[in-house]
């Protein structure tokens, strides 16, 4: 990089998008590319470019277009896009709908290397058409190549990112409570789980309400599997008292329960169980009260296709609190990272 006093640059190209701030706008007032002229002279002074930079090929040493460009190619997103550097940087947005999926470590171990800088959406981060995911460039204008040589080995065999389409599930929901079975209340849990499954690709099967009995707890549950649902539904029953079954019945089942309880309120009782492909989960009553539970924060990543891990639910305390802000603002705040 050679550095030219404005006035005498005319006739000469930029190497380098020129940012510019004012009256609201932020973004590049001179392009790379841009041959200087004499009317842009008193724009570059106007902006505080006393100076412009002149790229000398020098062999070892990476322009940071062709280093986002770089980047970006060692990351391929399905379902994803990647924007033209603009500032030397790419942005990558969304084209479906899906769960982001970060790989953390590896993240880390990229932004480690020097002048290398990735930010992402959080993993897990359910995310919409047309969503903003990640941006990546370097700090200086030039970096060594062998920065970016170094990061896209770490990717060759590693998922920096992925955006993990929604896939269809047959649901069949099972409510417990002899209250509710026996008309004594009514049910509330119902129209909560069908506005919340509105937002993915899902096909009730039925909504069971049975007695606080075993036997009809389990049989309620097989017809759902005998129907073909690879997603199960429970609430009520769902607390550590003697008299509550649900969780006995999951068991009964023949299901393989990943934990009964998470780090996390609201939702410190959720059940997360798995009948071989078959997911199930347990939904404490708070989902019926509140706008935002870990109902909400897990049922994206069921959605997925992804199996839970106890590890990964161990991880949810950091971020587990809920604000309980008067106006909910789930996902775009801190509650459910994990």
């Not at 090929?57 to 062709?66: D, F, L, Q």
């Not at 940087?89 to 020097?114: P, Q």
């Not at 017809?223 to 009964?252: C, K, Q």
């Amino acid at each position: 990089m050679k550095k030219i006093p404005v006035e005498s640059a005319v006739g000469m190209e930029l190497c380098h998008d020129i940012t510019a701030m004012r009256d609201g706008f932020k973004g590049a007032a001179f392009k790379r590319g841009h041959i200087i002229t004499e009317e842009d002279i008193p724009k570059l002074l106007d902006i505080g470019k006393k100076t412009i930079f002149v790229w000398e090929e020098n062999a070892g040493e990476i322009h940071e277009e062709e280093a986002a460009l770089r980047m970006a190619a060692m990351a391929p997103v399905d379902g994803a896009h990647y924007t033209e550097p603009s500032e030397g940087k790419v942005l990558l947005f969304a084209d479906k709908r899906g769960m982001l999926r970060v790989d953390t470590e590896l993240l880390r171990e990229i932004n480690s290397i020097g002048d290398i800088t990735i930010c992402t959406l959080r993993d897990h981060y359910p995310v919409e058409e047309g969503a903003r995911l990640a941006s990546m460039r370097i700090v200086p204008l030039v970096t060594k190549e062998e920065q970016i040589l170094r990061a896209e080995e770490l990717c060759r065999d590693r998922k920096l990112i992925e955006l993990k389409p929604y896939q269809h599930r047959k649901i069949g929901v099972v409510i417990t409570g002899s209250e509710v079975y026996s008309g004594r209340i009514k049910d509330k849990f119902e129209p909560v789980v069908r506005a919340k499954m509105q937002h993915y690709p899902a096909e009730i099967l039925g909504v069971t309400i049975c007695d606080d009995d075993l036997d009809m707890i389990v049989s309620a549950a097989r017809h759902y599997l005998e129907l073909g649902a690879d997603f199960l539904i429970f609430t009520g029953g769902m607390s550590v008292d003697p008299d509550d079954l649900t969780p006995t019945a999951i068991r009964a089942l023949g299901a393989e329960i990943v934990t009964h309880g998470v780090p996390s309120q609201p939702g410190n009782m959720t059940l997360i169980a798995y009948l071989g492909d078959v997911a199930i989960m347990g939904v404490p009553g708070a989902a019926i009260s509140l706008p935002t539970t870990m109902f909400d924060v897990l049922v994206p990543q069921i959605f997925v296709g992804d199996k839970f891990t106890k590890e990964e639910l161990v991880r949810l305390g950091d971020g587990g609190l809920c604000q309980m802000c008067k106006v909910c603002h789930f996902p775009n705040c801190t509650f459910g990272s994990y």
